[in-house]
């Protein structure tokens, strides 16, 4: 069983819906993490909240929108999104933001563009 | 940038036969993660590694940390089916960033 719990699970989505992926976590953890991960590819960064806060957007386009309401949320806001989109979206989190620390991953969300 | 590279990037063995994986960094780390993801599934934390030629072991796996902490193993002894899955290391950018290799992706005969 995963602490990092992920809604929905699989996600089909036309180009130009509005959807929304969650993320919920009870470690008590400051740091969230969005991350995409393309078949026999690794995950790759997407955003980093600490403390509620955003520290990292690796250029993400803006067709994705994070949000983190409090310390156990954090939500992927998505719109107009292209078939190249389609990818497994994974929240991790982390104790602190502070140095390194082991990341848990969700079970993710399987995001399909039609 | 900071590369981490991770080598063979598929891997197949018999049930039974060992198995190692090896990560290189172009810059030195300060510490170095390992990850399992099996097929459909997510990644799963297994170790970290802070010290220069650290040695840990976990029950029939040994993670090694290089002298220089620019390179890391995985070695795993007499595989089982249940060892099947894609292996990666990750290496910190910066504080709070994570550079994962490209992953070892390890089938089993039984």
Not at chain 1, 37 to 55: D, I
């Amino acid at each position: 069983d995963t602490e990092v719990t992920q809604t929905p699970k699989h996600l089909v989505m036309g180009m130009t819906n509005k959807k929304s992926l969650k993320c919920e976590q009870h470690m008590g953890h400051r740091a969230m993490y969005w991350y995409k991960q393309k078949a026999k590819k690794p995950p790759e960064l997407m955003f980093v909240y600490s403390y509620e806060k955003l520290s990292i957007n690796e250029s993400v386009p803006s067709r994705f929108s994070p949000e983190c309401p409090n310390s156990s949320l954090l939500n992927l806001h998505l719109h107009a999104l292209q078939p190249e989109d389609s990818a497994l979206y994974l929240c991790a989190s982390s104790p602190t933001g502070q140095g390194i620390q082991p990341q848990h991953f969700g079970d993710g969300t399987r995001l399909s563009i039609l | 940038g900071q590369q981490v590279m991770q080598i063979p990037q598929y891997q197949h063995v018999q049930e039974g036969e060992d198995f190692t994986t090896y990560c290189n960094s172009s810059t030195t780390l300060s510490n170095i993660q390992w990850y399992k993801q099996r097929p459909g599934g997510h990644p799963v934390f297994l170790i970290q590694l802070v010290k220069s030629g650290e040695v840990k072991k976990q029950k029939r796996l040994t993670f090694q940390f290089g002298e220089a902490k620019k390179n890391s193993s995985l070695h795993i002894t007499a595989t089982q089916t249940t060892d099947v899955g894609t292996y990666f290391c990750a290496g910190p950018k910066w504080a709070q960033k994570l550079v994962f290799g490209q992953g070892t992706r390890l089938t089993i005969n039984p």
